[in-house]
T-cell receptor, first 114, second 111 residues
């Protein structure tokens, strides 16, 4: 089975712009979670989608949003980018929802906001 | 704040030595997982230990869980240079579905 894929792998944007990141889960996995990783804050949970519905949400402002499609692929959008949004964005898929499941991570999208 | 705090933040050892990393968490949990991350890439799941388990082994990995102290340890025996990575514990707090990651331990194994 192919692993979790994320596109693009690298991205440079300027403040005020918006960005959309994409994640394709492992075939058959219905849950997709997104994380932000920065040197200062570590790995922070953004949100989780399961069967096209947002199941859980972390403590991020409304500028961070996401969605999941019927094929379980997920997109994450960040509007009005700020310098502090520079980070590695990781998505992870699992068979079902819930933290009891092993998470399979993609390679991440490295976003740089200038 | 994050659920898990890891100690030490960084660890340097020689090949063949054992490496021990500790994780402390704050609330009751359903399970605790350990993940490895190689230099800013995706995380790889290593092992999951449930709240009713005290010890688990997988190859050169040994994980212990002490729910009374809200702590876990990961032992890597006979370390190799390829074990160089950051190691994170992650917990699913009781009655939530969210997986919360700790701060990580950066392990450097010198050949």
């Amino acid at each position: 089975k192919a692993g979790v894929t994320q596109t693009p792998r690298y991205l440079i944007k300027t403040r005020g712009q918006q960005v959309t990141l994409s994640c394709s889960p492992i075939s058959g996995h219905r849950s997709v979670s997104w994380y932000q990783q920065t040197p200062g804050q570590g790995l922070q949970f953004l949100f989780e989608y399961f069967s096209e519905t947002q199941r859980n949400k972390g403590n991020f402002p409304g500028r961070f949003s996401g969605r999941q499609f019927s094929n379980s692929r997920s997109e994450m959008n960040v509007s009005t980018l700020e310098l502090g949004d520079s980070a590695l964005y990781l998505c992870a898929s699992s068979l079902n929802t819930g933290g009891q499941e092993t998470q399979y991570f993609g390679p991440g999208t490295r976003l740089l906001v200038l | 704040s994050q659920q898990g705090e890891e100690d030490p933040q960084a660890l340097s050892i020689q090949e063949g030595e054992n490496a021990t990393m500790n994780c402390s968490y704050k609330t009751s949990i359903n399970n605790l997982q350990w993940y490895r991350q190689n230099s800013g890439r995706g995380l790889v799941h290593l092992i999951l230990i449930r709240s009713n388990e005290r010890e688990k082994h997988s190859g050169r990995l040994r994980v212990t869980l002490d729910t009374s102290k809200k702590s876990s340890s990961l032992l890597i025996t006979a370390s190799r240079a390829a074990d160089t990575a950051s190691y994170f514990c992650a917990t699913e707090a009781y009655n939530t579905d969210k997986l919360i990651f700790g701060t990580g331990t950066r392990l450097q194994v010198f050949p």
